[in-house]
């Protein structure tokens, strides 16, 4: 199995574990520091900008699975690269933002995507991150680690309240026009992830479907779901145990019809999906109970060719 390291700093890196984690060929994403030069410092010495070291994560994968050209697309996804002071609402010197580099193959790529980025226009700025050579990384306390698991609430009220989540949406997220949608889109598929529609049951196109393969946002192409997760619950809609990943899914209290629900919007399309209960068979108890109309079906023989290609290990 082969396996590589990747070395990022964007800030915060509570925030920077969840957008890598749960990802086909992912090993780890660890917190740390790196940059400085004192050996093995501790996070209260880190924040006061005396060591040199900046918040980091680093990331053990399979670049036969998941290249290193892809963890550089989440990666710019997930800061804003204009800023060469902190970011959002941290600031200082252990805050900034820089790509380590493991490798001169890894240099290029990286060199490359930066290009891309700035060629790209999405920002009226300077990218100004920079790209160096990995330097020790030091894993940092454990109660930093996997925060998003850790400490959920917080971790959303954080994400949020430092201005990371608006300028992700600001600048990420797929910018709808709806007579274009309209065009693209039947008539029940704008009705469900649009207007927050609902099919009829068992008069959809996946609640029985018996193929392997994942789905993907009909709107945004975002991997949302795999038939590996997949089961009959009965409902007359696909259902799922959990999503490919939590990054992707946004939960939303729904208070419409009388009653109180979570429903399930994508990330970057807010497309709405569906609705989450508690009543799965899985080990976290939950039932993602999907619209297929929201949904894009692609088969694992035809992965590679759609740009999934990362996900094919599922189904080997």
Known sequence: MAQELATFAGGCFWCMVKPFDEQPGIHSVISGYTGGHKEDPTYEEVTTGTTGHVEAVQITFDPHIFSYEKLLDIYWTQIDPTDGDGQFYD?????????????????????????????????????????????????????HQDY?????????????????????????????????????????????????GTERPFQNEFYDNDKEGIYVDIVSGE??????????AGCGWPSFTKPLQKYHIKDNVDRSHGMIRQEVRSH???????????????????????????LRFI?????????YGEYRVLFE
């Open 148 to 196: 998003y698991k850790k400490n959920p609430k917080h971790y959303e009220r954080y994400s949020e309240g430092s201005g990371r989540r608006a300028f992700i949406d600001e600048h990420w997220s797929v910018k709808k026009d709806k007579k274009t949608l309209r065009e693209q889109l039947t008539n029940i598929q704008y009705e469900v992830t649009q207007n927050n």
């Open 91 to 143: 600031r200082g010197s252990s805050y900034k933002t820089a790509i380590y580099f493991q490798s001169e193959e890894q240099k290029k790529m990286a060199e490359a995507s930066k290009q891309a980025l700035e060629a790209s226009g999405r920002f009226n700025k300077p990218i100004v991150v920079p790209i160096l050579p990995a330097q020790t990384f030091y894993p940092a306390e454990e109660y």
């Open 268 to 294: 970057y399309g807010d497309s709405h999906l569906g609705h989450v209960f508690d009543d799965g068979p899985g080990p976290s108890g939950l039932r993602y109970c999907i619209n297929s109309a929201a």
């Open 223 to 232: 991997a949302l779901f795999s038939t590996t997760d997949q089961y009959d």
């Open 299 to 307: 088969p694992k023989d035809g992965l590679e060719k759609e740009g």
